[in-house]
Structure formats: structure tokens, C-alpha cells
């Protein structure tokens, strides 16, 4: 080969891998770890003793007789005894030395899934003298407050896990999540997933906010907007809320009850305000006074483009979560995917709509053509990595094989929600019944999905032409 034929190949080689480096996803440096590909294949163990024998990290909960609360959304706790067993190269059994032996506060959590038999938990770990503890779990970085959320409603156990990674390669915070199984006294529980809850953190844990200290009142601040501020928030009394532009209410999720000043909460009332009276007036598009001073744009893009791809219902509905630091400005929080993908119990959406152009907030945003521009820009770009449709499909079949024997021993104890006559999603010819069948249910959503964003996402300018916008414009 001459030199000349030799420099042609080479440069096309080149151009080749530039390419193709382009258009796959890539690791960022955030250290998110999708679990599926980072673990170790574990040997089969040998023993004939029937002993439980997991190559997930398992989970094992003693409550000493205690009756678990939470199951009327009340917020008590109880003190338990958690052992977490997560080897890396060996399978794990509830017989080995745990990685992690503490004491824990408990409860039930959720909403509409407290109506489930299979629960989450809202998982606290303590010293003896009830202060906090922080700890590794499952690799993740320390941290006293965790969730285990147990799918069940979602047949196919991995919608959090997969939109939860994808949304942390796109966003700059999602929560992190492991997969494992649960025993609760000595009892199995199914598949469940290990997941970072909404709160402040430090060195990379949870969400990147300052801290709030008693000499400095105007500190970072992270809020939850829902059905109902709660009792573990304070309510936060925002001109959203008092100008009933919104119908759901905001809490403070941190600063948490117990350390929000009431300095502090008339800061963090007066600073969100502030935004949604510029997103609720005639300037909202404004150089000078619109809302586009509030907020970061890329978060507010990436959180509409996740959950309008997910088709993620509860989304600008229900938990609901923005953070902001002092000088910043305000970015968005990605949660709970259950009902994403066309899972929603009480209803079967269209393909063919967007989710977010209604929603909180989101529905003045979208009568911005900066907005409408970038969302659309951005999914062009994702579109060729995180949000591809051969990506996501990929990511399925990748975490199921992952799971592998894990789920037919969670469907030992939940494989009745398969047979049941009407099911949990209406109307009853939604229901799944069988695990393939609802892997092929979330695959033919995902193809629907994107097929839909490609067809449709540059018909968003109708939603900020000046024909449809005419009464909110001066």
C-alpha cells in the first residue's frame, strides 16, 4: 500500500471514529454508575442447603415484632435493624457478613402507591443515640437518607432504574439507584431499587446545594411542589400558590422543618416569587424582566424533554422538585417514573400528545420562542445519544438480562398481580400478563414515543405563536 493510499485510509479511519464518538453516549464525569453494566459476573455457588443465594445486593430489614408505619401517610417511625449484604465478586446470602450493620428509622412512603401490597420505605440510618448516620450504600456516596422503592405497579421492575440513569447523563442530578432484593423479618420481598432521596448532599452526594446555617439565612434552597406541602416541608407561601396560578402547593425540602428559619423561609418565599410573577405576567418573554433571568435553561429544557419522552405523567404535577443556590438560578429535579411510559393506572394517554406544554410552570414556558427553540435544538442533539430510541431499547433488554433468575423469584410473591381479573391499569386491556408482556409493553411505548418526538417536536412553535398567545402578550 503506497503512502498516499496509506494517508487516504488513514484520515477516513479517523473521521470514522470521530463519528461514531459523536453519536454514542459516553460516560460523564459525574460518576453516575449504571449497575448493569459496572458489575462483576458472579460465579454459581455451590452450596445444596437451600439457602437464599442472590447475585444482587441484598437487603434485610428485622423490625423485632414492630408494626411498620406509614400506611395511612402518617410520618412516625420505628427502629429497626438493617444489614446490607453487597459483595462484589461473590453471590450474596443473608448468612454472609454484611458490607453495612446500623440501626434505622423507617416508615411506608408514598402516595397512591401506599395503596399497593407491595410497599416503599423511607429508610433513615441512626447511631444508638438517634443522630445520623451517613454511609456508603451499594457504592453510593454517604449519605443518612435513602429510599427503597419497590415496583409494582410497574411490571416490568426497571422503569426508575433506566429513566433515573439516563436522566443523570443528560441532567446534572438524578438520583442514584441499585437494584436488590429485600427480606423484611426474615420474609422475601421482592426486586426493589436502593435510591438517593431528594435532599442536599456534599462531594458529589445528592443535590448540589449550600448550606443553610443559622448566620447566613439566604442559603441554598431546594422545593417540593405537590398535592400537599406535608408535614415533613414547611409550606412555603408562594405568589403561584396565593394568585392561584397553581393548584398544587410548595414545601421547603430543605432547608427541612426543623432547621428553616422563619428569615429563611421569607427569603426562599420572596426569591421564588419573584420568578413566577415574572412567568405570570405580560413581561414574561421580556429581555429585562422575563423569567428566562430565574431560570437555568438547559435544566428546564432537559426536564420537559425527559418526561415528555418518558411521557412521564406525574411530572409538574405531583413531587415535583426545583433547587436553586444564592446567585444562581433555578434548575429542575427528575422523580418517580412509575407511571411513565403509558403506566398510569387511571388512564391511557395518546401517543401523539406532548406532556409538558400544560403542565406548572411549563405551560408559560412554552409560550416562549427561546424556550420552544432550545427545547427543540436539544432534542435534536439527544436525539443522537440519551434520547435515541436504539439506546433505550437497548437499555431494557441489557437490565433484564442483568436481572436475570431475580425476576421470577420476585414473581413467586407478586405473580398474582398478573392473573388478577381487572388489574391495577384501567381500562383492564392494558394489563400485562406476563413479564414478556409487559418488557414488549414498555418497548412498543418507547418506539411509539420517539417516533412521536421525531414527527412532531418541530410543531412546537405552535405553542409560542402569537395567535395562540394573544391574551397573555402586551
Known amino acids: ?6 494517508g487516504t485510509v488513514l484520515v477516513v479511519t479517523v473521521l470514522l471514529i470521530s463519528f461514531l464518538v459523536s453519536i454514542l453516549p459516553t460516560a460523564k464525569d459525574s460518576g453516575r454508575v449504571h449497575q448493569h453494566r459496572e458489575a462483576v459476573e458472579k460465579p454459581s455457588c ?7 443465594c442472590t447475585h444482587l445486593p441484598l437487603v434485610s430489614i428485622e423490625t423485632g415484632g414492630q408494626e411498620v408505619p406509614g400506611a395511612d401517610q402518617s ?19 443473608l448468612s454472609d457478613k454484611p458490607m453495612l450493620d446500623a440501626r434505622a428509622n423507617i416508615r411506608y412512603r408514598g402516595n397512591s402507591s401506599l395503596l399497593f401490597d407491595k410497599k416503599g420505605y423511607m429508610i433513615k440510618l441512626v447511631n444508638e443515640d438517634g443522630t445520623e448516620r451517613k454511609e456508603k450504600m451499594m457504592g453510593m456516596a454517604k449519605h443518612d437518607e435513602w429510599v427503597l422503592h419497590g415496583p409494582y405497579l410497574d411490571k416490568t421492575l426497571i422503569r426508575n432504574y433506566m429513566c433515573y440513569n439516563i436522566a443523570g447523563e443528560i441532567m446534572e442530578w438524578a438520583p442514584n439507584v441499585r437494584l436488590c432484593e429485600l427480606f423484611v423479618d426474615g420474609v422475601y420481598q421482592g426486586v426493589y431499587l436502593m435510591t438517593e432521596s431528594v435532599s442536599r448532599g456534599e462531594n458529589g452526594s445528592r443535590v448540589p446545594v449550600e448550606k443553610a446555617t443559622v448566620d447566613q ?12 406541602a406535608g408535614t415533613e416541608e414547611r409550606h412555603l407561601n408562594t405568589f403561584g400558590e396565593y394568585s392561584y396560578r397553581n393548584t398544587v402547593v410548595a414545601g421547603s425540602r430543605y432547608p427541612s422543618t426543623t432547621a428553616l428559619t422563619d428569615q429563611t423561609r421569607v427569603y426562599i418565599e420572596h426569591d421564588f416569587s419573584r420568578f413566577e410573577k415574572a412567568l405570570y ?14 431560570i437555568d435553561l438547559d435544566s428546564f429544557v432537559q426536564y420537559a424533554l425527559i418526561n415528555d419522552f418518558t411521557m412521564n405523567a406525574d411530572a409538574g404535577f405531583f413531587s415535583t422538585f426545583v433547587y436553586k443556590n444564592p446567585g444562581g438560578k433555578l434548575k429542575m429535579l427528575v422523580w418517580d417514573f412509575n407511571n411513565s411510559f403509558n403506566n398510569y393506572q387511571e388512564v391511557e394517554y395518546a401517543y401523539d400528545q406532548f406532556f409538558m406544554t400544560d403542565r406548572l410552570w411549563y405551560f408559560m414556558l412554552f409560550k416562549d420562542e427561546d424556550f420552544v427553540r432550545a427545547y427543540i435544538h436539544q432534542y435534536h442533539q439527544l436525539k443522537k445519544t440519551w434520547l435515541s430510541q436504539e439506546y433505550w431499547l437497548n437499555y431494557v433488554d441489557e437490565t433484564v438480562a442483568y436481572l436475570g433468575d431475580a425476576i421470577d423469584r420476585n414473581f413467586e410473591v407478586w405473580g398474582y398481580t398478573f392473573e388478577l381479573e381487572e388489574g391495577l391499569l384501567e381500562p383492564s386491556s392494558r394489563n400485562a400478563h406476563s413479564y414478556e408482556e409487559a418488557i414488549a409493553d414498555l418497548k412498543s411505548a418507547i418506539v411509539q414515543r420517539s417516533e412521536m418526538m421525531d414527527r412532531y ?6 405553542f409560542c405563536h402569537d395567535s395562540k398567545n394573544k391574551k397573555f402578550n402586551h
Not at 1 to 6: I, P, Q, W
Not at 217 to 228: A, F, K, L, Q
Open 1 to 6: 500500500m503506497n503512502y498516499k493510499v496509506r
Open 46 to 52: 455451590k452450596h445444596t442447603d437451600g439457602r437464599f
Open 75 to 93: 410520618k412516625d417511625v420505628i427502629t429497626v435493624s438493617l444489614e446490607v449484604f453487597d459483595d462484589e465478586k461473590v453471590r450474596n446470602h
Open 217 to 228: 439565612p439566604y442559603s441554598g434552597y431546594i422545593i417540593r411542589v405537590d398535592r400537599d
Open 281 to 294: 405576567s405580560y413581561d414574561y418573554d421580556d429581555f429585562k424582566y422575563g423569567f428566562m433571568n430565574d
Open 457 to 462: 417536536v418541530e410543531t412546537t412553535p405552535q
